[in-house]
């Protein structure tokens, strides 16, 4: 039986300084009972209220045609037909990257003017060969395609421009924080806590680019999704006693069989454990605050 897989998508955003929403826009679709994702962002064109619809009706139509399993270049012809046209620069443009992966780690990466993606294994970035498709409609418009097998603990991480332009034009990023400066700090930021959670990297990736920043914060809107496939982590809740005072000792033994972290929750269940397997509860009652009781330590337990 194949090993079953964790998906932990998440995102993190800062507004442009100045505008009140983001032109960068991120949807996701879990699909086929969660055993598939979908994943898009996508960076409008400026900022402020244009750029957000732009982004938004690019994710919202990727996401259906991705859903749909179309042509890529159609699909792609027909977003850029869609869009409205910008009243100053009389264009209609908004970037686009759509990841696709499954639990049986079968993975395509489109991407259309956004950064170009990172695949880390670990502090490894894995490469990967890309096709160069191009519209006829659309010749200055080249959409690049990725395909690839991903493996437990892989992360896939797409950013808007806001994040690899950071520090644009200062003294010390000159041409921007760039790519290979995010590399960098994923990188160490993987290797100093392994299971980094696809929230917390995404949010220190966003938070990093904006130091970069002179004086630090947004000159554009940052976007940062993290896509963190791992092994599901298993967890026992242990909380009210048995129906059945006979049944103490079997209820007591799920702490001793159980592989994963362990959680005692209520005083009573905690006494009966303890009875039960011969383990003291230890409180610490100078940590009461209330009008919550205060939390115990117990062999075996990681939180009781």
Known sequence: MPESKHFEIECFHETKHGESVCGDDYKVVRLDNDSRFIVVLSDGLGSG?????????????????????????ESAETIMDTLPVCEVRKISYATFTIVDTSASGRTRIIEMGNPEYLHMRGGIEI???????????????????????????????????GITQAGL????????????????????????????????????????????????????????????????????????????????????????????????????????????????????????RGPLPPSSDMEGVDLA
């Open 127 to 161: 490469e990967h060969e890309k096709r160069t498709l191009v519209s006829s409609s659309w010749p200055d418009r080249q959409l690049l395609v990725s395909e690839f097998k991903a493996e437990p603990e892989d992360r896939i991480i797409v950013f808007s421009d």
């Open 169 to 288: 034009g200062t003294h010390e990023y000159k041409f921007g924080w760039r790519r290979k400066g995010c590399f960098e700090f994923v990188r160490d930021a993987i290797m100093r806590k392994s299971d980094l959670s696809a929230r917390d990297l995404s949010k220190q990736i966003v938070r990093q680019a904006m130091l970069k920043n002179s004086p630090p914060g947004c000159a554009d809107d940052m976007t940062c999704v993290t896509i963190y496939i791992r092994i599901p982590r298993r967890l026992l809740l242990l909380t009210g006693p048995p129906f059945r005072p006979e049944n103490d000792a079997e209820y007591a033994r799920l702490i001793q069989s159980f592989e994963g972290r362990k959680i005692i929750c209520g005083g009573t269940t905690a006494e009966i454990v303890s009875r039960e397997l011969g383990r003291r509860v230890n409180t610490d009652w100078r940590k009461y």
């Open 49 to 73: 209220i244009k750029a957000s619809l732009l982004a938004n009706m690019t994710t919202t139509m990727a996401l259906m045609f991705a859903e749909e399993n179309m042509d890529i270049v």
